[in-house]
């Protein structure tokens, strides 16, 4: 495909989650629009990054690097700034893609300098063991969790990322916190989603992997040397489960594998290789060389590797490559490839990540629904009856973030590798501090 024929789905995309947006008391945006799209109302989570309207303001911060933003969606930004700042003030839940990290991740892409109010509040909140949550995870517990999507690592990257007058503090004690919730193995150090959990996701955005790179940023940051030897251990346990055959790397999705009903091996950028090669461009970013015998640079690359050979994006069997989304499926895979791509420039990996993330492109063209109302797409459950599931609207799992990443590819095919990058807290180590948009 063309970067014109990437652009015009993105934008197509675009305009048609901008009119599933509704108004009553600021901006919000249904999570799935099914039938006639009107019977509709707010989620509970409708200011989140996951799935609200800060999830927006990555799209319209990639959008400002194309084009200027038209009268409605500068509209759209303002209201955004208004709701988030009003909100932050008392809002309790801290998280990155819930809470009030995300908050912050929104204000600072879409009004640098707003995302004080929801650093100010989270500094506010800190206890000693990191930050209480409001989710559900554990019912009856509102004990802090250690993960990036609810947890203390994703408010530990929001800091260092955002950057400010309580970042280091902010940064300092949940780092210090997740130090205290490591577990020891005979590898490393482990944490689960919260100290309690008897099973493990140890990659990404639930695990090890995530809460390793989280300490890894902040030790960098901070001078933390303690904190970068955790991330370390904490690298060490996750090749201890891991397998690196075939000149790869990946590591199980849920240890133990009955605790859930998926694949045992996935490619995601939550539960794969997509999101854990964040790990290792985290440890040398934090100045770390080689773990447990294996450079960190060549772990990345083996985790990029297992992406290139896995089959994705294709459907190859039930249940094996079902979403197109960010956090679960093509969408995901292909940003993290162009974030690689970007960081080996010049080099022959970095032509051969380029043509994965194309291949991610190329998948997203030929499943787009299309119509006069723009582009959307459905992903899918195979164990449900009706398996074709409606389209959504949101950054992680829906037409937000996948024309983000569409409008991305495009710009790097017509611009090359030092393209500016729209970055977020979790993952703006994996690219080079020049193309960074909201800088160091």
């Not at 490591?182 to 099973?199: C, N, Q, V």
């Not at 849920?254 to 794969?272: A, D």
């Not at 729209?422 to 080079?432: F, L, T």
């Amino acid at each position: 495909m063309t970067s014109e024929a990437y652009k015009q789905l993105g934008e197509a995309a675009w305009s048609w989650v901008l009119d599933q947006v509704r108004e009553d008391e600021g901006p919000w945006l249904p999570e799935t629009v099914s039938g006639d799209g009107q019977d509709v109302t707010p989620a509970k989570d409708r200011d989140s990054l996951y799935s609200g309207i800060a999830g927006l303001a990555p799209v319209l911060a990639e959008i400002a690097q194309h084009r200027e933003l038209s009268a409605r969606e500068r509209a759209l930004a303002d209201g955004i700034v208004t709701r988030l700042s009003a909100e932050a003030k008392s809002r309790v839940e801290p998280s990155l893609y819930d809470g009030l990290a995300g908050d912050a991740t929104a204000l600072k892409l879409l009004a640098p300098g707003e995302e004080s109010v929801a650093l100010r509040r989270l500094d506010d909140l800190t206890t000693p063991d990191g930050w209480k949550t409001t989710a559900d995870f554990e019912p009856g517990s509102d004990a802090p969790l250690n993960d990036i999507i609810m947890g203390t690592a994703g408010v530990v990257m929001t800091a260092v990322w955002a950057r400010g007058e309580f970042a280091d503090a902010i940064a300092t004690r949940g780092g210090e916190a997740l130090l205290r919730t490591a577990d020891r193995t005979e590898a490393g150090l482990d944490w689960g989603i919260s100290p309690k959990s008897a099973w493990r996701a140890p990659n990404y955005s639930h695990g090890t992997a995530g809460v390793a790179a989280a300490l890894a940023v902040a030790g960098a940051s901070l001078g933390r040397a303690d904190f970068v030897e955790a991330a370390a251990e904490g690298a060490r346990h996750v090749l201890s489960v891991g397998l690196l055959d075939n000149d790869g790397f990946v590591v199980p999705h849920t240890i133990p594998p009955s605790k859930r009903e998926v694949e045992p091996l996935t490619y995601t950028w939550c539960h794969g290789p997509a999101g854990t090669s964040h790990l290792f461009s985290a440890l040398s970013y934090a100045g770390v060389t080689e773990v447990a015998g294996f450079r960190v640079d060549e772990l990345r690359r083996r985790c990029l590797n297992s992406l290139l050979t896995s089959g994705v994006p294709e459907r190859l069997r039930p249940g094996f490559w079902d979403n197109d989304g960010r956090c679960c499926g093509t969408a995901g895979v292909g940003d993290v490839l162009l974030d690689a791509a970007q960081d080996w420039a010049g080099t022959e990996l970095s032509e051969t990540l380029l043509r994965g993330a194309r291949t991610m492109g190329d998948a997203l063209v030929e499943r787009a629904i299309r119509d006069g109302s723009g582009a959307r797409w459905q992903f899918l459950e195979h164990r449900d009856d009706e398996p074709l599931l409606p389209p959504g609207t949101a950054w992680m799992q829906g037409a937000s973030g996948i024309a983000a990443y569409l409008l991305r590819l495009a710009r790097f095919i017509e611009t090359g590798p030092n393209s500016p990058v729209v970055d977020r807290p979790d993952q703006w180590w994996a690219v080079p501090a020049p193309v960074r948009v909201t800088g160091s």
